[in-house]
């Protein structure tokens, strides 16, 4: 499920990008990704979501030509380090898997963690602040009553109450990232 992490994988952020741009084979991401995912033994099936006939050519063509064994120890230390810069890069583990859903508040877990997630991995705080500014009140994580009732179904075991704490801080008060995401690590 998710090869492309929710469509994080084919947008990577500059950090990301400077390290595909470093390899010595030139391919997109989707197809970084494909191959990584067509070398783990335990695979046998990609559950990509397609919308044109493009992709479905694109996806049955990296399922014919990878399989176990396809990637060289080169390979290996690429992806390692974009996993790596993607981990320092994004601050909450969120998968988008869905879940922690439904919140008892109706909160849309995934797409708020992704609003600080893109913000904070893009560069683009401000841009994430003027997207939360414009949801309903019943919709920003301030609304969370901290029932923790999704914390014990999220695979990542996020600290889903906390961080909405936090969340609005950045986003709704304008608290500086670093700062709030210090006080979360520490
Ligand atoms: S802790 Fe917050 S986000 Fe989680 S279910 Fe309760 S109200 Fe929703
Ligand atoms: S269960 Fe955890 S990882 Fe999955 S969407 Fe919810 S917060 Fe994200």
Not at 49 to 61: F, K, L, P, R, Y
Not at 84 to 97: G, N
Request: hydrophobic content about 40%; charged content about 25%; glycine content about 6%.
């Amino acid at each position: 499920m998710e090869p492309l992490l929710g469509g994080r994988l084919v947008d990577p952020p500059d950090p990301v990008q400077a390290i595909w741009d470093g390899a010595a084979e030139v391919q997109t991401p989707v197809e970084r990704a494909m191959r990584w995912l067509w070398d783990q033994p335990e695979i046998s099936v990609v559950l990509s979501g397609m919308s044109t006939m493009a992709q479905v050519i694109e996806n049955v063509a990296h399922a014919s030509r990878y399989g176990v064994g396809n990637m060289t120890a080169a390979d290996q230390d690429l992806i390692a380090r974009a996993r790596t810069r993607y981990q320092e890069l994004c601050p909450i583990p969120c998968t988008k898997c869905e879940y922690c859903l439904p919140c008892t508040v109706d909160l849309k877990i995934p797409e708020l963690f992704d609003i600080l997630n893109r913000g904070v991995m893009y560069n683009r705080i401000d841009e994430a602040r003027r997207r939360y500014d414009r949801m309903a009140p019943e919709q920003k994580a301030a609304a969370c009553i901290a029932c923790r009732e999704c914390e014990a179904k999220c695979p990542q075991s996020i600290p889903i109450s906390d961080w909405m704490v936090h969340l609005d801080e950045i986003l709704g008060q304008g608290m500086d990232v670093d700062a709030c995401l210090a006080e979360m690590a520490g």
